[in-house]
C-alpha cells in the first residue's frame, strides 16, 4: 500500500510562485503520477499528470504555468506553480495508479479521471489572493 503525503501549500498574492511537493512511500518510476485540485463546490479536475516513463501531460488552464517533476532517487513528486491567479485555489492533491495497474494502459492520460488513480495523499491547500 504505496502513502502519499503532500506538503508546501500556501497562501500567496496573484502572480506569485509556489511549489507543492508529494512523499511517495515506493519507488515512484512504478506509477503514473498526477496532480489534482478540488475548489469548494466544483468537482475535482486534474491539473498535471507524469507517466511512469517520464512524460507529462498538462490541463490547459495551468499549460506554461506549471510544472510537474519527479525525482527518482528521493521518490518525490513536485508541482511548481508560477503566475498563479485566484481561480488556481484549491484544495491540491496528489495521486498514483501501478503501471501494473490502469497507468500500463494506452488509453491512461490527462483525460483520466480521479477514479482511476488508487492512491491518494490527503491533500494541501493552496490559496492566491488577488
Known amino acids: 500500500q504505496v502513502q502519499l503525503v503532500e506538503s508546501g501549500g500556501g497562501s500567496v498574492q496573484a502572480g506569485g510562485s509556489l511549489t507543492l511537493s508529494c512523499a511517495v512511500s515506493d519507488t515512484i518510476s512504478r506509477y503514473c503520477m498526477g496532480w489534482f485540485r478540488q475548489a469548494p463546490g466544483k468537482e475535482r479536475e486534474g491539473v498535471a499528470v507524469v507517466y511512469y516513463r517520464g512524460s507529462t501531460s498538462y490541463a490547459d488552464s495551468v499549460e506554461g504555468r506549471f510544472t510537474i517533476a519527479r525525482d527518482n532517487a528521493k521518490n518525490t513528486l513536485y508541482l511548481q506553480m508560477n503566475s498563479l491567479k485566484a481561480e488556481d485555489t484549491a484544495m491540491y492533491y496528489c495521486?498514483?495508479?501501478?503501471?501494473?495497474?490502469?497507468?500500463?494502459?494506452?488509453?491512461?492520460?490527462?483525460?483520466?479521471?480521479?477514479?482511476?488513480?488508487?492512491?491518494w495523499g490527503q491533500g494541501t491547500q493552496v490559496t492566491v489572493s488577488s
Open positions: 495521486a498514483a495508479e501501478s503501471r501494473y495497474g490502469r497507468c500500463g494502459g494506452s488509453s491512461f492520460s490527462m483525460s483520466t479521471p480521479s477514479s482511476e488513480y488508487g492512491y
